[in-house]
């Protein structure tokens, strides 16, 4: 497959330098980071939610899960909760379910980075397929996304 046009003209038009990888098809973000060769505590897995009614992208390390209380302190919001899966094709529709990449400017969304995610050089994510990723510097991400970095995330190696 190849990167949705959607998503190479954003970085395109952004000035973003990033590389493509393709791997085995993977659906669960440690499976594609183990495709891709990539640790997984360097994938950024992308979880879709909505906050107070309103769609975000929170951003982890492929084997975190997303704490909601923490991320719903962190955005300030009364309400949050976890996408439904049919909820996401209408919010990524050059995307296959699941696999949107976490660029939330492209799609009108706010982004929260877990601060674990933030202290790597680089990142690897989805790329709007499950066979399809993008590397780049998370100084370039950040500068592109102006996310809100903060701890939200649970490592479950860490009780």
Known sequence: M???????EYLKK?????????????????EEAAAA???????AKTVACFA????????LPAHYSV??????????????RLAREDEMAPLYPS?????MPP?????????????????????VFHAGTHVDAIRMRYADF????????GEFGKDPRVP
């Open 14 to 30: 952004n000035a973003v330098a990033y590389t493509e990888l393709t791997h085995a098809l993977a659906f669960t973000a440690q």
């Open 103 to 123: 660029f939330g400017p492209l799609f009108g969304q706010k982004v929260y980075v877990e601060s674990a995610l933030a202290a790597d050089p680089e990142i």
């Open 2 to 8: 190849t990167i949705p046009i959607s998503i190479s």
């Open 95 to 99: 995307c296959e379910k699941g696999a």
């Open 142 to 149: 950040a500068a592109l996304v102006r996310p809100i970095v």
């Open 67 to 80: 704490v909601e209380e923490n991320l719903r302190k962190l955005a300030g919001v009364k309400e949050l």
């Open 37 to 43: 060769h990539v640790r997984g505590r360097d994938w």
């Open 52 to 59: 107070d009614g309103t769609p975000i992208l929170a951003v």
